[in-house]
C-alpha cells in the first residue's frame, strides 16, 4: 500500500514527487539527446558547449567589398580625388573589354562653383546631342549616379537643357533640366538601379532641347554584389540600331537607342558602317509609326554597302523605310534591289507603290553569317537611288 506524503501540519509534502518528476525527466532527456550534439535544441542553447555560440539569425555586420565599382571625370583629362578618398578616372574613349564614352565632346564650365563639394569634378563635362557611356561588367545589379551640374553660363536658364537618359534600352530619366530642379552651378546629382545581362552596362543621353551634358559617372554593383542571373546555354543574343543618315542616332518611341551613321572602318571590334553613301534629311511627318525623327534621315546613293562585323550565325536583318522626297512620291520614283552576303533577298523595292509617301514600310529577312561580317548591298534598279532610312541587325539563337 503506497504511503502518502505530509508534512508535520498534515498536508500533501509536493517537493519530492517534484523532484522525482524533474529526475525522470532528465533521464529521459539524457537518453533521447545521447544521438545529437549536445548543443542542439533547446539544451544547447542554456547549457552551450565550451568555445559554442548559438545560432542567431540575421544579417552578419561587416563591410561589403563591391564586386564592381568605377567613377570616371566627365571631360576630365587627369584623374581626380574626392573629398571622400575616392579615384575619378579621366574622360577616356570606350575600348572594347573596358569603359569610357562613345560620341560628345569635352567641355570645361565658365561658371564659379563655390557652393559644390568637389568643384574640380563637377567643373568638367561630356556634352553633345547624343552619347553614350559603356562599361563592361559582371552580369547583375548596379548603382549608377550621374555627377550634374549646369556649369555653362549661357544654358542657365529653365529649358536651356533638357535631356533623357536610357539605360539598357529603358528611359530611367526623362526631361532631365539640372538647372531647373537645383539652379546654376549645384549639385543636381540623379541615381537610377539597372539589371545588366549581356556584360555591358550601356547609359545613353539624348538631348531633346539645347544638349546633354554630364559632369561625371560612377558605376558600382547594387548591395555590394551582383544579383546572380539565370545561366543561359546559349550566348548572348548580338544586336545592333543604326538610325541612317543621322550623326547622333536617336531614341525611339519605346526608349530604344538607334546608333549614330559613319563610314565603315576595317578591324574595329564591333564595327558597322556605311560605303560610298550619303545623307539625306527632311521635315516630314512619317505616318504609320511614333518614331518620326528615326525615318526623317536616310543614307542613299545609286549603289551603296552596309557592313557590320557580327559573330558567325543567323541574323535578322530589319530595314527602316519610308519615301521622305516628295519628289519621289510617284510610283517607280524609287526602286531598289537588296541583297546579303551576296544573294538577293528583295528584287525591286518600292516603298511609295507599297505604302504611299511619308509613311512606314519596312522590310524583313534573315541571313546566315560565316565570316564575321554581315554585307547589304542596296543598288537602284528604277527612279532614284536606293536609300535607306534604318537598319537593325538581331541575331537569332535558336
Not at 103 to 111: A, K, L, M, T, W
Not at 288 to 299: A, C, E, K, P
Request: net charge negative; aromatic share 10%; hydrophobic share 35%.
Amino acid at each position: 500500500m503506497a504511503r502518502k506524503i505530509i508534512n508535520q501540519s498534515g498536508a500533501i509534502n509536493i517537493l519530492p514527487i517534484m523532484l522525482v518528476i524533474i529526475a525522470v525527466g532528465m533521464i529521459g532527456y539524457l537518453l533521447i539527446s545521447s544521438t545529437l550534439p549536445l548543443n542542439s535544441g533547446l539544451f544547447g542553447i542554456l547549457f552551450p558547449k565550451p568555445g559554442s555560440q548559438a545560432a542567431v539569425s540575421g544579417p552578419v555586420s561587416g563591410p561589403v567589398t563591391p564586386i564592381y565599382d568605377q567613377r570616371i571625370d566627365s571631360g576630365g583629362t587627369s584623374n581626380y580625388i574626392d573629398r571622400d578618398g575616392h579615384t575619378w578616372l579621366a574622360d577616356q574613349a570606350y575600348t572594347s573589354g573596358g569603359f569610357g564614352y562613345i560620341g560628345g565632346s569635352n567641355y570645361v564650365g565658365d561658371r564659379v562653383l563655390n557652393s559644390i563639394a568637389d568643384p574640380t569634378l563637377y567643373q568638367t563635362t561630356r556634352y553633345g546631342n547624343a552619347f553614350e557611356y559603356r562599361f563592361t561588367v559582371p552580369n547583375g545589379t548596379y548603382t549608377v549616379n550621374l555627377k550634374l551640374a549646369e556649369v555653362r553660363n549661357l544654358s542657365c536658364q529653365t529649358a536651356a537643357r533638357v535631356f533623357d537618359v536610357i539605360s539598357e534600352d529603358i528611359k530611367v530619366i526623362s526631361s532631365n533640366d539640372t538647372f531647373a530642379r537645383v539652379g546654376c552651378g549645384n549639385n543636381g546629382d540623379r541615381s537610377f538601379t539597372v539589371d545588366v545581362n549581356d556584360g555591358i552596362l550601356n547609359v545613353f543621353l539624348g538631348a531633346t532641347n539645347g544638349g546633354a551634358s554630364l559632369n561625371g559617372i560612377e558605376v558600382v554593383s547594387a548591395n555590394g554584389v551582383p544579383s546572380t542571373p539565370i545561366p543561359s546555354t546559349q550566348p548572348s543574343a548580338f544586336i545592333r540600331r543604326v538610325d541612317l543618315g543621322s550623326g547622333v542616332g536617336s531614341v525611339d518611341s519605346t526608349g530604344v537607342i538607334w546608333d549614330a551613321d559613319h563610314v565603315y572602318t576595317a578591324g574595329t571590334t564591333n564595327g558597322y558602317g556605311y560605303t560610298n553613301g550619303s545623307a539625306y534629311s527632311s521635315n516630314i511627318a512619317i505616318a504609320g509609326t511614333n518614331d518620326d525623327t528615326l525615318y526623317q534621315t536616310t543614307t542613299f546613293a545609286n549603289s551603296f554597302d552596309y557592313t557590320f562585323d557580327v559573330p558567325v550565325g543567323n541574323y535578322q536583318v530589319t530595314l527602316k523605310l519610308a519615301e521622305i522626297r516628295q519628289a519621289s512620291c510617284i510610283p517607280g520614283g524609287r526602286a531598289f534591289r537588296v541583297s546579303a552576303e551576296g544573294n538577293v533577298v528583295i528584287a525591286s523595292n518600292d516603298t511609295f507603290s507599297q505604302v504611299g509617301c511619308a509613311t512606314a514600310g519596312d522590310q524583313t529577312f534573315n541571313v546566315a553569317v560565316n565570316d564575321g561580317h554581315l554585307n547589304l548591298n542596296f543598288t537602284s534598279v528604277a527612279g532614284g537611288p536606293a536609300a535607306v532610312n534604318g537598319i537593325q541587325i538581331r541575331q537569332l539563337t535558336n
